[in-house]
C-alpha cells in the first residue's frame, strides 16, 4: 500500500470515536445558521481535545487517553441510502487528485526507473469518508449515540420550556418503536442542555439568569452556555478569521453544499426557503407536531424532486467531475463562521472540553463499572446455568465447528439485554476510550459465547475487533492473530453477504498488515475483495495492492504493473477518468520499451481514449502516436482503427490552433539517411536514333567503384587542363549526394535548374496510408556571390513561389508494410542559401471499398483516384545525422558526428549545360569492326559554354579523327555503303608492292608527354553559343577482347565567364558496347637469311603473319576479306608480300586461317632523320582495288591509340649497379639487337547478311612486333594463373638479377650465314679428298664494334650425331680472330674437306662475339640458325 499521513496507531483511534447526538430548537439553528453552519458543524474542527484526559477503569486503575476526538452529528431518524453513500464515495475520489507539483518517488528496482507517486490521497479520502458513513448496525455498539447535546437558544421566549420538549422528543426517538435509527448505546442516553447565546444581539444578563435557572435544574455537570457570534456578519471586516471548517465541509458531504451555493439567507420564516432544499444534516425546516424538526432525511439520501435543478447530482444522476470543480469553485465565495470571532473559537473548544470532562466520560466510566458489575453478578449465575442446560441437552462439550460447516445462522438475533451483548458493549466502550486490554479480553470472551451460538455476524464482529485490539495493545503483550481478521472476513463475505464490513475489516487488517512490512499478505487480502459490485472499491484496493506489490523488499516491479492497470480498467468503469488514465500512465513505465508491444499497445489506446475525454489533447495525440511508430504486430484491422482514431484526434487538435505550426506527423516512417538529392534536369529518352548521354540519375544504383573511376576521370582532365597541377579548391562534381558521397561541404546547385529531393518513405502498418499534396518544406536567404551581401537578408518560407518553385504531389499512396520514395522538386530562381527543412503533406487512409493497385494518381486530378477517409496536414523534418568522426584521438575515443549538407545547397550564378546525343551509336561490334557515328552536342543553357574535352579509360575505343583537315575524311552520307576510311582506287600493277605514306603521331594527339585519354573536343571556334548544337563524326572500334565492355565518356566543359563557385562542369555518359569474335592475328619477324638488300646494306627482315576467322557464325557473318595489310614503324617498312600461293584474294571463311609473308626492309635515311618529330612511316599493302590510307583518320588514329596504351602497360627495367654499369650497358646493346619495333595493321572487311540485306563491316587489328622471332598477337593473351607453390623459408643466395644476357638476345649480337653450293659433284675414285670452297659472312647487327671469334674444331657431338650428319673437316687456320664495327658485314673464305658422299650439315662453326670494350665473351649460339645442308656426289 502506499504510504499514509496517518500511522495506523493514529489511523484507528480516529475512525472509531465515542458518538454524540444533537437535537437543536429552530431558534438555536438559526443563530448557528448565520455562519453557513449546522450546529455539528460548528463543533467539528474543535472536536479534538487538546489534553490528556484520565479516567479509571474497573478495576479503579487510572487509565490515560490521548487525542481523544468526539464525533457530534445532529439526529437522523431514517439510515443512509446505499446509492448516496456510493455517490458520496465517488465525489470523494474524484475530487481528490495527486497534487501539480507533487515529486514522485523514483523506485529503482532492477532495470527499471519508475516515478510513482508515493501517496494516494484519494485512497485515504475514500477510507474516511467510508468509515464515517457506515451505517450503524445492532451487531456493534461503535457508532450508536453515547449522549445527546439538547441546544436552544437564549432569545426563545421560554428556554427552558424548550429544553422539555427537546428532552421529550429525544427520548420518543430513542424509545419509541416507530424509529429504529438511529441506534442508542445504552437506555439512559447522558443528556447535556446546552444554551445558545447570540452575543452581538442576545442580552446577556437575560441568558445568564437563564443559565443559573438550568444549573439549578440539570446540575452544574449537565449543562452549559455557549457565547457564539461576539460580530455581526460584515465581509468587509478587516480582521481575516481563520476558516477551519472549510476541509471538512468538502470532505464530508460534497453534494450538499448545492444547497447554500447562493449564500443562504438567515431563515426567518418556512415560507420564503424551498423546501426540497437539503440542509446539512437534513433537517426540514417544515415544523411537525409541533416539533422545531423532522428527522426523515438522512444527509446522504438522495432527492427524489422533480424539479432536476434540485436533484443532488443533475439528471443524469453521474455528476461530472468537472461539474464538481465548479462547486468548488462556486463554494469558495461562502466564508464559514463569518460571526465569529477567535474568542468565540475559544468558548467553543473550552466548550467541547467541558462536555468531555464533565459530561461524558464520567458518563462512560459509569457505564462501564455498571456492564462490569452485571457481568460479574450475571457470570456466576447465567454462565454456569447457561453451560449447565448445553451439557444437559448435549450431552458433552460441542467442538469447534470450522467456519465452512456453521450454518447461515447470520439471521440469529440476541435480546438487547442479552448478556453476551453486554460484554460486547463494554468491550467497544474500551475500545472507544483506549482501553485495549480490557477491549481485547472483552472482545475474546465475546467471541468465544457468539461462536458456540453460532452467532456468526455478532463472532465476525468480535473477531474483527480483537484482532485490531490486539494489534493496538500497548507494549504488544500478544502477536497480531492475522486469522481472526481472515475469519472475519469471509464470514462478513460468504456468510452474512454484507460487503460493506468486509470492506471495513480489509482497510483495517490491510493497514495492519502493511505496518509490519507484511506487504504481501496485505496484496493478497486487497485483492481478495475485488469484485463487480463495486468498481471504485475494486479498483482503489487493486491500486493499494500494486503498491503493495513495489514496496516490498525485492519490489515485483510487474505485478505492480499488471495491478495499476486492472485498477486503471475499474477506474474508467467507475467514471473516475482521471483515476483512469493515472494508473495507465504509471503502469506504462515498466512496459515501455520491453517487447511487450500489444501490452503496450493496449496502454497507449486506452492511454490516447481516457487523455481525449479529458480533452488532454497533446498526451492523446502523443498516446495515439506511440501505437502507430512501434512497429505493431496488431492485425490489419486493428491497425486501421487506431490510425482512425489518431487522426480523428489529431483532427480536433488541430482544430484548436489552425494558424499554430504544423505538427510533426509519425506515419509513415522516413529513412532519413537514405535521402538522395539530385542537381539538374531529369535524362531525355531515347529518340530514335538519337541516344542521350546517360550522364547521373536517381534510377542509377551507386557503386563505389564506378564513382572513383568517375573521380579519377575528373581528376585527370583537371589536372591537364591546369598544366598537370589539380587545384587545391577542387572538389570532384557530385551531381547525386547519398549516404555515400562525401557530404561535408554545402553543395553548389545553379540557379534555373531543378534539385530533386528523393525521400526514402516506409509503411510500418498493415494498411494503407495516402498522403496528399505532399510538398518540400524550405527555407531560402537570397544571397549575392559575386560582391558583397544584401543589405537585409531575408528569412522567407515556402510562401516565395517566385523565389523557389515547390512541386506538388496530389496524391502518394504507401501500401501497407511497403518502402517507396517520391521524388520532390524544387525550382531555385535567385542565388542564395536554400536549406530543406522536411516534407509537407496531409496524412489520411483510404477507405477500405477501395481497391490498392499502388499506381499513383496523374498530379491535377481534383477529385483524386482514391476516397480519403479522414486526413490531416502535418510536416516531418528530414534530418540526416553526418558520417562518425573518426580521425582525431578524441573523436576516436567519444562519438562524435560530423555534418552532412546535402538538403543544403547553395544556389550559384548561371552555367552552361551541355547536352550531349549519340546518333547511329551501335551497341554491337566486331572485335576491331570501325563504326562510324556522329555525336551532338547542344548548348541548352544561356550561357555560351567553351573548352569541351572528352576523357575515358579507353581512348583506343574512339576518336574524332585527327587535328588536320586534310587528315580527316569527308563525312559519308549513309554509313552503309560507305567506308570509314579514307580510300583510294589503286591500279592492278601496285598490288604486292607498298606504297608509302607518313605521319606524325602528334596530329592525332598522341605526342610526347600528353595524356592519350584526354581528348579535346573539335568545336567550331571552340565556343558553344546558348541553343546551338554541333554534330561531330566519331569513330568507334570495337575492343580486342570478346564480351560486354562499359566505357565511360566524361565530356569536361567551362563557362567563357568565369564563376566564383563552379569552375567547371561535367556531363558523364556509359556505353555499354558487345563485342563478338572476328579475327585472331599472330605475327613473327624474322632475319632474312640473304643479307644484303638492293642497296648492299644490311637488315632484311621477314614477316610472317597468321590471320585466324575465329567469329562464330551467330552474329551472320559469312566471311572476311583480308583488303591490306599496312606496317608503321619509324624505322621499318613493310616492301612487299612474298606470297606464295597464286590466290590474291585472301577470303577467310568460318574457323579459315590464312598465312601472310611480308618482306620488311629499314627506312631510307631521310625517312629515318626526323625520328625526333615522332614521324612515323606507313607502308600498305593492298589485296583489294582500292587503298585504304593507313596513315589518315580513322586508321593511324586507332592505331596510334593501341601503340599508347600498349607504351603504357609497365616494362621490365632492370635494377642498375654501379660496380657492373659497363656489363649493365653491355646487356642492353645486346638486348637492343634483338628488338625492333614494327607494327603491323591488318585491315579486313566482313560480309554480313542481315535480314537477307548485305553488309559490309570493316576494321583493323594491330600487332605490335617488339622482338625477333617472338610471336605477338592482336588479341591481349590470357596470363595463366600460376600454380600454387610451397612457401619457402629461406633466403634466396643470388638476388641480384642475372646480368648475363639470355640465349635468344645473343644468337642475334652476330648474324652468320653460310654461302655454298647445294651440290657439289667429285669424282672420288680419282681424288680421295673432296674440297668445297665456304664463304662463312658475319653481319654485326649491334650498334657498337663487336669482336668475333669464330672457331671451326668440331665439338665432341654425340655418334648418333655423326650417324646423321657425316663428318666432315675444315681445313686451314682452326680460329679467326675478327673486329666488326657497327653493323658491318664481314666475309670469310673456309674449306671444307669431304672423304664421302652423303648429305653433311656445315652449321659447326661456334662463333663468339663480345664487344670490344668488354671483358666478357658471349658465345653466339646457332641453334636457330638452319642446318647448312650441302649434298656431295659422285662423279
Sequence with gaps: MAQCVQSVQELIPDSFVPCVAALCSDEAERLTRLNHLSFAELLKPFSRLTSEVHMRDPNNQLHVIKNLKIAVSNIVTQPPQPGAIRKLLNDVVSGSQPAEGLVANVITAGDYDLNISATTPWFESYRETFLQSMPASDHEFLNHYLACMLVASSSEAEPVEQFSKLSQEQHRIQHNSDYSYPKWFIPNTLKYYVLLHDVSAGDEQRAESIYE???????????????????????????????????????????????????????????????????????????????????????????????????????????????????????????????????????????????????????????????????????????????????????????????????NTSGLLYPPEAPELQIRKMADLCFLVQHYDLAYNCYHTAKKDFLNDQAMLYAAGALEMAAVSAFLQPGAPRPYPAHYMDTAIQTYRDICKNMVL?????????????????????????????????????????????????????????????????????????????????????????????????????????????????????????????????????????????????????????????????????????????????????????????????????????????SQQWRELEEQVVSVVNKGVIPSSFHPTQYCLNSYSDNSRFPLAVVEEPITVEVAFRNPLKVPLLLTDLSLLWKFQPKDFSGKDDEEVKQLVTSE???????????????????????????????????????????????????????????????????????????????????????????????????????????????????????????????????????????????????????????????????????????????????????????????????????????????????????????PDTILLPGASVQLPMWLRGPDEEGVHEINFLFYYESVKKQPKIRHRILRHTAIICTSRSLNVRATVCRSNSLENEKGRGGNMLVFVDVENTNTSEAGVKEFHVVQVSSSSKHWKLQKSINLSENKDAKLASREKGKFCFKAVRCEEKEVATQSSEKYTFADIIFGNEQIISSASPCADFFYRSLSSELKKPQAHLPVHTEKQSTEDAVKLIQKCGEVDLNIVILWKAYVVEDSKQLILEGQHHVIL??????????????????????????????????????????????????????????????????????????????????????????????????????????????????????????????????????????????????????????????????????????
Design 801 to 1019: 513561389p517566385e523565389m523557389i518553385g515547390t512541386e506538388v504531389i496530389s496524391e502518394f499512396l504507401v501500401n501497407g508494410e511497403e518502402s517507396k520514395v517520391a521524388r520532390l522538386k524544387l525550382f531555385p530562381h535567385h542565388v542564395g542559401e536554400l536549406h530543406i527543412l522536411g516534407v509537407v503533406y496531409n496524412l489520411g487512409t483510404i477507405q477500405a471499398s477501395v481497391t490498392v493497385d499502388g499506381i499513383g494518381a496523374l498530379p491535377g486530378c481534383h477529385t483524386g483516384k482514391y476516397s480519403l477517409s479522414m486526413s490531416v496536414r502535418g510536416k516531418q523534418d528530414l534530418e540526416i545525422q553526418g558520417p562518425r568522426l573518426n580521425n582525431t584521438k578524441e573523436e576516436k575515443t567519444s562519438v562524435k558526428y560530423g555534418p552532412d549538407r546535402r538538403l543544403d545547397p547553395i544556389i550559384t550564378e548561371e552555367m552552361p549545360l551541355l547536352e550531349v546525343f549519340f546518333i547511329h551509336f551501335p551497341t554491337g561490334l566486331l572485335c576491331g569492326e570501325i563504326r562510324k557515328a556522329y555525336v551532338e552536342f547542344v548548348n541548352v543553357s544561356k550561357c555560351p559554354l567553351t573548352g569541351l574535352k572528352v576523357v575515358s579509360k579507353r581512348p583506343e575505343f574512339f576518336t574524332f579523327g585527327g587535328n588536320t583537315a586534310v587528315l580527316t575524311p569527308l563525312s559519308p552520307s549513309a554509313s552503309e555503303n560507305c567506308s570509314a576510311y579514307k580510300t583510294v582506287v589503286t591500279d592492278a600493277t601496285s598490288v604486292c608492292t607498298a606504297l608509302i605514306s607518313s605521319a606524325s603521331s602528334v596530329d592525332f594527339g598522341i605526342g610526347t608527354g600528353s595524356q592519350p585519354e584526354v581528348i579535346p573536343v573539335p568545336l
Design 1266 to 1435: 617488339r622482338t625477333i622471332g617472338k610471336e605477338a598477337f592482336s588479341y591481349p593473351q590470357k596470363q595463366e594463373p600460376p600454380e600454387m607453390e610451397l612457401l619457402k623459408f629461406f633466403r634466396p643466395e643470388n638476388t641480384t638479377i642475372s646480368s648475363r644476357p639470355s640465349v635468344e638476345q645473343l644468337s642475334s649480337l652476330i648474324k652468320t650465314s653460310l654461302h655454298y653450293p647445294e651440290s657439289f659433284n667429285h669424282p672420288f675414285h680419282q681424288k680421295s679428298l673432296c674440297l668445297v670452297p665456304v664463304t662463312l659472312l658475319l653481319s654485326n647487327c649491334s650498334k657498337a664494334d663487336v669482336d668475333v671469334i669464330v672457331d671451326l674444331r668440331h665439338k665432341t657431338t654425340s655418334s648418333e650425331a655423326l650417324e646423321i650428319h657425316g663428318s666432315f673437316t675444315w681445313l686451314g687456320q682452326t680460329q679467326y680472330k675478327l673486329q666488326l664495327k657497327s653493323q658491318e658485314i664481314h666475309s670469310l673464305q673456309l674449306k671444307a674437306c669431304f672423304v664421302h658422299t652423303g648429305v653433311y650439315n656445315l652449321g659447326t662453326p661456334r662463333v663468339f662475339a663480345k664487344l670490344s670494350d668488354q671483358v666478357t665473351v658471349f658465345e653466339t649460339s646457332q641453334q636457330n640458325s638452319m642446318p647448312a645442308l650441302i649434298i656431295i656426289n659422285n662423279m
Design 213 to 407: 435557572e438550568m444549573k439549578q435544574k440539570y446540575g452544574t455537570q449537565g449543562c452549559y452556555l455557549l457565547k457564539i457570534n461576539s460580530r455581526t456578519s460584515n465581509r468587509a471586516s478587516d480582521e481575516q478569521i481563520p476558516d477551519p471548517w472549510s476541509q471538512y465541509l468538502q470532505k464530508n458531504s460534497i453534494q450538499n453544499q448545492e444547497s447554500y451555493e447562493d449564500g443562504p439567507c438567515p431563515i426567518t420564516s418556512n415560507k420564503n426557503c424551498d423546501n426540497n432544499l437539503l440542509s446539512l444534516d437534513g433537517l426540514d425546516n417544515e415544523v411537525k407536531d409541533g416539533l422545531p424538526n423532522n428527522f426523515r432525511a438522512h444527509p446522504l439520501q438522495l432527492d427524489q424532486s422533480s424539479d432536476p435543478s434540485n436533484s443532488v447530482d443533475g439528471p443524469d444522476n453521474v455528476r461530472s467531475v468537472s461539474s464538481l470543480h465548479e462547486t468548488k469553485k462556486g463554494n469558495t465565495g461562502i466564508i464559514h463562521g463569518a460571526c465569529l470571532t477567535l474568542t468565540d473559537h475559544d468558548r467553543i473548544r473550552q466548550f467541547i472540553q467541558e462536555f468531555t470532562f464533565r459530561g461524558l466520560l464520567p458518563h462512560i466510566e459509569k457505564t462501564i463499572r455498571q456492564l462490569n458489575d452485571q457481568l460479574i453478578s450475571r457470570k456466576g449465575l447465567s454462565r454456569s446455568l447457561f453451560s449447565a442446560t448445553k451439557k444437559w441437552f448435549s450431552g458433552s462439550k460441542v467442538p469447534e465447528k470450522s467456519i465452512n460447516e456453521l450454518k
Design 502 to 706: 468486509a470492506e471495513r475489516c480489509v482497510l483495517l487488517s490491510a493497514e495492519l498488515l502493511k505496518s509490519q512490512s507484511k506487504y504481501s499478505e496485505a496484496a493478497a487480502l486487497l485483492i481478495r475483495l475485488t469484485s463487480e459490485d463495486s468498481d471504485l472499491r475494486s479498483a482503489l484496493l487493486l491500486e493499494q495492492a500494486a503498491h503493495c506489490f513495489i514496496n516490498m523488499k525485492s519490489p515485483m516491479v510487474r505485478k505492480y504493473a499488471f495491478h495499476m492497470i486492472l485498477a486503471g480498467h475499474r477506474f474508467s468503469k467507475a467514471g473516475q477518468k482521471k483515476h483512469a488514465l493515472r494508473c495507465y500512465c504509471q503502469a506504462m513505465q515498466v512496459y515501455k520499451g520491453k517487447g511487450w508491444s500489444l501490452a503496450e499497445d493496449h496502454i497507449n489506446f486506452t492511454i490516447g481514449r481516457q487523455s481525449y475525454t479529458l480533452r488532454q489533447l497533446d498526451n492523446a495525440v502523443s498516446a495515439f502516436r506511440h501505437i502507430l511508430i512501434n512497429e505493431s504486430k496488431q492485425s490489419a484491422v486493428q491497425q486501421g482503427a487506431f490510425l482512425r482514431e489518431y487522426l480523428y484526434v489529431y483532427k480536433n487538435v488541430s482544430q484548436l490552433s489552425p494558424d499554430g505550426p504544423l505538427p510533426q506527423l509519425p506515419l509513415p516512417y522516413i529513412n532519413s539517411s537514405a535521402t538522395r538529392v539530385f542537381f539538374g534536369h531529369d535524362r531525355r529518352p531515347a529518340d530514335g536514333e538519337k541516344q542521350a548521354a546517360t550522364h547521373v540519375s536517381l534510377d542509377q544504383e551507386y557503386d563505389s567503384e564506378s
